[in-house]
């Protein structure tokens, strides 16, 4: 654990009374660095791709890492995964969809904008190894999470079909991007309008059905989604793997809230994971914990749909006063 502060520490959060870079702070103080907002555009219904300043995080980001980032001081916490670093730029890419009141904010923001604290490179990186024939299964926005893992395993000599879904054309993206880092594509929207017509575990049956010799899944979307991937292919003994972006907080696996249960052994997304053997998840218990807040993640994002305005010029004010509030 030790081990794991000290790396984040080193990659830009605060432990304790230390600041972002590590050094010592008083209770106020202005901010040396914060994270720029470099590029923002909108890539899809409700789905905005963000590139951002962060030269540490970029320089040490693999694979399906993810980031923890907090808006302003009394923000909550949202795990995010890297679609992809730019070392020399110094610059890592997100991709959001509004969902709830905190996603809406960040997707409110634009080029020039900043965003007060990102932690990360955090979790383990995805399994990268020559399995021989992959399939990769995405889900809308979680196409962007499974791109730097798909274009890893097509370096290592995969053949690697990838699948992506989404509810209708407009739900379609990085498309060029998946194409680029596959060796077959297959695009599938549940109401015909773009590709093929279905999920994409209909594909999925279609290349077992096919005869097709599949050594190895990736599966990052919707919990339904993935559970559907895993009833698939675990009685087939097909190797599996699902990205669970759970509810987290601190992200350093102390406060539990990114529970999941692999059998009956309890593991953390955030420090275990995120990616983990699809045939040992309890799906319905993950549902369930994701579920908890439901009733109050609508309450919020009904009143942030409300004073949009005012809550962005708020953010905006804060930032600019470039001061931080430490308790």
């Not at 001081?73 to 997100?94: F, H, M, N, Q, Y």
């Not at 998840?281 to 009904?302: D, G, H, I, P, W």
Request: net charge negative; glycine share 10%; hydrophobic share 40%.
């Amino acid at each position: 654990m030790a081990e794991y502060l000290n790396k984040i520490i080193e990659c830009g959060e605060k432990a304790g009374s230390l600041s972002s870079d590590g050094q010592k702070t008083s209770k106020h103080r202005k901010l040396e660095f914060m994270y720029r907002i470099v590029e923002a555009r909108t890539v899809g219904l409700n789905i905005k791709q963000l590139v951002i300043e962060a030269p540490r995080i970029a320089r040490k980001q693999k694979p399906g890492q993810f980031i923890i980032l907090r808006l302003h001081e009394k923000g909550e916490r949202i795990p995010l995964t890297i679609k992809a670093s730019d070392p020399a730029a110094g610059t890592v890419t997100i991709v959001v969809q509004a969902v709830g009141k905190t996603t809406s904010l960040l997707n409110s923001l634009e080029t020039g904008d900043s965003i007060l604290d990102i932690v990360g490179p955090l979790g383990k990186p995805s399994e990268i190894e020559n399995f021989g024939t992959v399939v990769v299964l995405a889900g809308s926005v979680g196409t962007a999470m499974a791109l730097p893992t798909a274009n890893a395993l097509k370096a290592a000599g995969n053949h690697v079909v990838f699948i992506e879904g989404a509810r209708n054309t407009e739900m379609v993206v990085f498309e060029d991007e998946v194409r680029a880092a596959s060796t077959e594509t297959y695009m599938m929207t549940d109401d015909g309008s773009y590709g093929e017509q279905g999920l994409v575990t209909k594909k999925l049956e279609e290349l077992i059905d096919g005869g097709r010799k599949i050594d190895f899944v990736l599966a990052v979307g919707p919990v339904p989604m993935m559970r559907a991937v895993a009833r698939v292919t675990t009685p087939l003994g097909i190797k599996t793997m699902v990205s669970l972006n759970s509810i987290m907080v601190d992200g350093t696996g102390m406060c539990g809230g990114c529970r999941v249960l692999l059998g009956t052994a309890s593991k953390f997304a955030c420090v275990d994971g995120p990616e983990f053997d699809a045939s040992m998840v309890n799906f319905e218990v993950l549902m369930q914990r994701n579920t908890m807040y439901r009733e109050k993640e609508c309450a919020s994002l009904k009143d942030f749909q409300e004073n949009k305005e005012a809550e962005l010029a708020e953010l905006r004010a804060e930032l600019a006063a470039g001061e931080k509030h430490y308790v």
